[in-house]
């Protein structure tokens, strides 16, 4: 069977899965995983601010990059598509990204746009559920954006009906309104008003009341379910289709904002990388549970590990 890798480049991680993809009779294909990983690379590191992929964001890419290009050889991948986010949307300098990534992994990389990376991680996220569970609001926040997505899946074949990207993500808010550590009062207030602002746009396009299942892809979710959870390493077995309640997610956004760094860096289940960002996160993922609520749509998050790294690895069959 064929092997592909696809790798996901946002604004905080890097993550790689190399997978065999098996025809199924009725034309669909299954993913088997042969290897994932992610890495924390800040490659948004100060973008938001300048403008510019900052040099050490970059090297940091590239060592991780070169090391994925390796583990995809030996693992036999005969096709790669690797795939760049909303750091490299905003970046003046993003030639040199483009540059780097050609030398280092053998293929261009494409920066898609924010409705494209919606749909890849609707795809991804809803092929576990079962399908009199939707219409599903597939929800992916990532680093410097969040993507909205609505659409059902009927065991087979996924059909997307709206879709929006706006720019507002665990890194962005950390950087544009997080400053203190802990953050203050003011400092979370303006944090929840610029996300309540920002998403609005989002729930604008994709109407949630539509929905019966709200699905969370890519680390700030899954990490908030591994703390909810009380993990004590981090288990994407234990973690992939837990649920999250809006009590819980108003229970864990209020203890990270109030917890400094050492606390955060203490438990176990969190990054190193997401340490300084986890905290931005959840008020993304408390924003996004109250306008679902205020909007008719699903309350209860529904926790999944694969998201657009399997839309990207799916694109490829």
């Known amino acids: 069977m064929p092997r592909v ?34 890495r924390i690379v800040r490659l948004g590191q100060g973008v938001d601010a300048t403008g510019q992929l900052a040099p050490e964001a970059l090297e940091r890419t590239r060592a991780a990059l ?19 986010t909303s750091a490299t949307r905003d970046a003046k300098n993003r030639d040199d990204f483009f540059r780097m990534t050609r030398e280092t992994l053998g293929v261009e990389a494409e920066v898609i746009s924010g409705d494209e990376e919606a749909r890849l991680s609707f795809t991804g ?15 992916d926040v990532g680093g410097g954006s969040t993507e909205l997505v609505l659409g059902t899946w009927d065991g087979r074949q996924a059909e997307v009906l709206a879709a929006k990207s706006v720019d507002i993500g665990c890194v962005r808010i950390t950087e544009r309104a997080l400053k203190s550590d802990p953050p203050t009062a003011d400092e979370i207030a303006a944090a929840r008003d610029l996300a309540g602002k920002v998403l609005t746009d989002a ?18 979710v899954t990490t908030l379910s591994a703390i909810a959870l009380g993990l004590p390493e981090y288990d994407s077995d234990r973690v992939h289709l837990s649920k999250l ?7 864990l956004a209020s203890e990270l904002l ?60």
């Open 125 to 139: 996220a809803v092929g576990e559920q079962d399908p009199d569970d939707g219409p599903f609001v597939v929800v």
């Open 245 to 251: 309640s809006p009590a819980d997610i108003d229970r």
């Open 258 to 317: 109030q917890s400094d760094h050492a606390t955060r860096a203490a438990n176990p289940v969190i990054h190193p990388g997401r340490v300084d960002v986890i905290g931005g996160g959840a008020v993304v993922v408390q924003t996004l549970a109250e306008q679902l609520a205020a909007r008719g749509g699903p309350t209860e998050l529904v926790v999944s590990e694969h998201d657009i790294l399997d839309g990207i690895a799916l694109s490829l069959a």
């Open 5 to 38: 890798a696809a790798i996901d480049c946002g604004t905080n991680s890097i993550r790689l899965l190399v997978a065999e993809l098996t025809p199924r009779h009725d034309g669909t294909v299954d993913l088997r995983d042969l290897h994932r990983e992610m």
């Open 66 to 84: 070169a090391d994925y290009t390796i583990a995809a050889r030996r693992k036999g991948a005969e096709k790669v598509r690797m795939v760049a």
């Open 203 to 220: 729930f604008d396009v994709v109407d949630v009341a539509r929905a019966r299942t709200w699905v969370g892809v890519a680390g700030t």
